[in-house]
Structure formats: C-alpha cells, structure tokens
C-alpha cells in the first residue's frame, strides 16, 4: 500500500498544480488581450508607475507595435489552450482521489482523454498560431514570424495514454480478482 499512498500524493499535487496552471493561464490571456486593447485603443497609454506599454515598446526597438500584435494574439491561443488542458488534468485528478486508485475503468478512460487532448489542444494551436502569425507577417510585412513548437507535448501525450491502458489492465486484474473471490465464497 505504500506505493497507492505515493500514487495518492503524487495526485493530489498534481490536481493542485493543474489548478495554479490554470489560474495562471487564465490571467495570462487576460494579459494578453489587455495589452491589445491598450494598444490599439489607448492613445497615450495606461501609466504605471510613471511607465506606459508603450514606452517600453518605443525603448526597446527591437519589436514593433505590430509584432507585439502578434506575439499577444499568440500568448491569447496558447494560454486558453494550457487552460483547457489543465482543466481536464485537474478533473481527472480529482476523480482519481476519489476513486481512492488509478485502476479503475472510468479512470483509464479519463487518462486516455487527457493523454488525447494532450496531443491534439497543442497541435491545434500550433495550427492557429502559425494562421495568426501568417495573417499579421502578411499584413504588417514582417520577415520574423512566430514559431511555437510542441513537440514535447505529443511525447507526453503517449505516454498518458500508454499509462491509461496500463491502469485498465489494473482494473481488468481487479475485476477478475474480485470474480474469483465471489467464486470461492460462494461454494
């Protein structure tokens, strides 16, 4: 039983981790699109502490107006993206708390879910990404695009959903060890 306990602690950090991701991710994108409305319709800016966005803009010279255009509308995607995946992260440790075990059928159900989404939500903002920075390198005619690469996120996507046919055949043992147990009892 002590490596349930293990299993247990390891899921209750990472149902609390999902969430701070979470929450962090969501006011990333709020910054995100924050810093866009300010702009695009703040003519002299927001002063904080004597210091607008756009005179850390103007200071630095090496991104304009329009690359940060893009390089918010991307942080907006990737952030609502995480959220997503966090969300599902954090319902499927709470279920596996629950459950009090991650052998259970709902469980590696959840898992294989997760490790899907995994795979798909980052490739799908890979894809709106690149369509946003096409969009404003074309507009604004910009040489230096954003690029965001994934490819880690497929890696663990597997291995989630490997984990959740290892945790089914767990539930299949169970299942069967219970059905032999009934057996024996009965005669």
């Given at each position: 039983?002590k ?98 075990t ?20 980052p ?8 369509i946003?920075?096409s ?12 690029d965001?690469n ?38």
């Amino acid at each position: 039983m002590k490596t349930l306990n293990t299993i247990q602690t390891l899921s209750k950090i990472g149902k609390i981790f999902s969430k701070v991701l979470f929450i962090l991710c969501v006011i990333g994108g709020i910054f995100c699109l924050v810093g866009i409305l300010e702009i695009s319709f703040v003519h002299n800016g927001l002063k904080i502490g004597g210091v607008t966005i756009h005179s850390i803009i103007e200071q630095s010279g090496a991104i304009d107006k329009s690359t940060w255009y893009g390089v918010m509308a991307t942080g907006i995607v990737l952030c609502a993206g995480e959220a997503v995946l966090c969300k599902i992260a954090e319902m499927y440790f709470k279920n596996e708390l629950e459950a009090g075990t991650p052998f259970t059928f709902d469980g590696a159900k959840e898992l294989m879910r997760l490790g899907i989404f995994t795979i798909c939500i980052p490739l799908g903002t890979d894809i709106v990404v690149g369509i946003i920075s096409s969009v404003i390198g074309r507009a604004y005619q910009l040489t230096n695009v954003l690029d965001i690469n994934h490819s880690a996120q497929i890696g663990l996507g597997v291995m989630f959903i490997v984990t959740s046919l290892l945790c089914r055949y767990g539930a299949e043992i169970i299942q069967q060890h219970k059905g032999v147990q009934h057996e024996n009892s009965g005669s």
